[in-house]
């Protein structure tokens, strides 16, 4: 009996090892996720086009995985997509000195703006230096962030709506543009959706772009065919054999909602939610089973 209860010990250190291993390599791979999006009355030259999410970098982690966003942009540039969505929280605390984490966010990202590639972002709770451990948002830290961000070219949504730009610099007449809606972030309470739908009608071709994918059961039917939103990071470490399922379906006290495509009952009718893995670490450096995501969204009509 001795003998079988050392086994048993063995096997699994050995198994905590190799997961152990693997959680620490799996951050610096790359998954591209590519998806269709349907897209109720979308207009006939955005039929096929592509538009790539990727989001949640939170550079200056302890042994975070910086080093991938140079190989994430080089992946969004040769894939061509028509448009960049970015979810948020971009340095992991932009209480501390950040020149240098900001200054790697920028440098990463400048080459989509210099290949004429439209990129949009919102903020996450991260950019106002909000945590589960803190309560009061920094404003000052956030404008910091969105004005470097806006000096490469990266235009911020913040509870608006704008016509999508493509990559070609084609115009288009009202009728045939497609509109993103971009909301303020959830935790320090900047998400105003009735302002940021203000304008355009319910049933718009939109997509909608939030950072925390808990503002989306907020939207009006409708409102949102195609919602993307970040936040999660997948929950980082996944089981085998069970889809959409992390340790954080323990800690949540509803349901949580962490990667893919959400279940056609969360929300309202008319929207669909996708919720991006995003590319950095929170809390642990590891990933499992959860590898950092670019999603590539090919859009149709419905």
């Given at each position: 009996?001795?003998?079988?209860?050392?086994?048993?010990?063995?096997?699994?250190?050995?198994?905590?090892?190799?997961?152990?291993?693997?959680?620490?390599?799996?951050?610096?791979?790359?998954?591209?996720?590519?998806?269709?999006?349907?897209?109720?009355?979308?207009?006939?030259?955005?039929?096929?086009?592509?538009?790539?999410?990727?989001?949640d970098f939170q550079v200056g982690m302890w042994m975070d995985n910086e080093s991938i966003l140079p190989r994430v942009v080089?992946?969004?540039?040769?894939?061509?997509?028509?448009?960049?969505?970015?979810?948020?929280?971009?340095?992991?605390?932009?209480?501390?000195?950040?020149?240098?984490?900001?200054?790697?966010?920028?440098?990463?990202?400048?080459?989509?703006?210099?290949?004429?590639?439209?990129?949009?972002?919102?903020?996450?709770?991260?950019?106002?230096?909000?945590?589960?451990?803190?309560?009061?948002?920094?404003?000052?830290?956030?404008?910091?962030?969105?004005?470097?961000?806006?000096?490469?070219?990266?235009?911020?949504?913040?509870?608006?709506?704008?016509?999508?730009?493509?990559?070609?610099?084609?115009?288009?007449?009202?009728?045939?543009?497609?509109?993103?809606?971009?909301?303020?972030?959830?935790?320090?309470?900047?998400?105003?959706?009735?302002?940021?739908?203000?304008?355009?009608?319910?049933?718009?071709?939109?997509?909608?772009?939030?950072?925390?994918?808990?503002?989306?059961?907020?939207?009006?039917?409708?409102?949102?065919?195609?919602?993307?939103?970040?936040?999660?990071?997948?929950?980082?470490?996944?089981?085998?054999?069970?889809?959409?399922?992390?340790?954080?379906?323990?800690?949540?006290?509803?349901?949580?909602?962490?990667?893919?495509?959400?279940?056609?009952?969360?929300?309202?009718?008319?929207?669909?939610?996708?919720?991006?893995?995003?590319?950095?670490?929170?809390?642990?450096?590891?990933?499992?089973?959860?590898?950092?995501?670019?999603?590539?969204?090919?859009?149709?009509?419905?």
């Open positions: 009996m001795k003998k079988i209860i050392k086994k048993i010990g063995i096997f699994t250190a050995l198994l905590l090892a190799i997961v152990l291993i693997w959680g620490l390599i799996e951050p610096y791979l790359i998954n591209v996720q590519e998806e269709e999006a349907e897209i109720q009355n979308l207009p006939p030259q955005w039929e096929g086009e592509k538009i790539a999410v990727i989001g080089e992946k969004i540039i040769e894939k061509d997509p028509a448009s960049v969505l970015i979810t948020g929280d971009y340095i992991y605390h932009p209480t501390k000195g950040n020149s240098k984490e900001m200054e790697t966010v920028i440098d990463g990202l400048r080459p989509l703006t210099e290949a004429n590639i439209p990129v949009y972002a919102v903020l996450g709770n991260h950019d106002y230096a909000m945590s589960k451990k803190t309560s009061d948002p920094n404003e000052k830290k956030a404008q910091k962030v969105a004005s470097q961000l806006q000096s490469i070219g990266v235009e911020i949504l913040h509870n608006e709506t704008t016509p999508l730009e493509r990559d070609n610099g084609t115009e288009s007449s009202a009728e045939d543009k497609l509109y993103l809606t971009g909301i303020g972030a959830f935790w320090p309470e900047k998400a105003n959706i009735s302002k940021a739908l203000d304008g355009s009608p319910q049933h718009t071709p939109r997509v909608v772009l939030m950072h925390n994918p808990e503002v989306f059961a907020k939207l009006p039917a409708g409102s949102a065919p195609l919602a993307v939103a970040g936040h999660t990071h997948g929950g980082q470490i996944s089981v085998p054999f069970t889809p959409q399922w992390s340790y954080k379906d323990l800690l949540a006290k509803d349901e949580s909602h962490v990667d893919g495509w959400i279940d056609d009952e969360y929300g309202e009718r008319g929207n669909q939610l996708y919720v991006n893995r995003g590319l950095g670490l929170s809390v642990l450096p590891l990933r499992v089973l959860n590898m950092p995501e670019i999603t590539m969204f090919e859009l149709t009509s419905s």
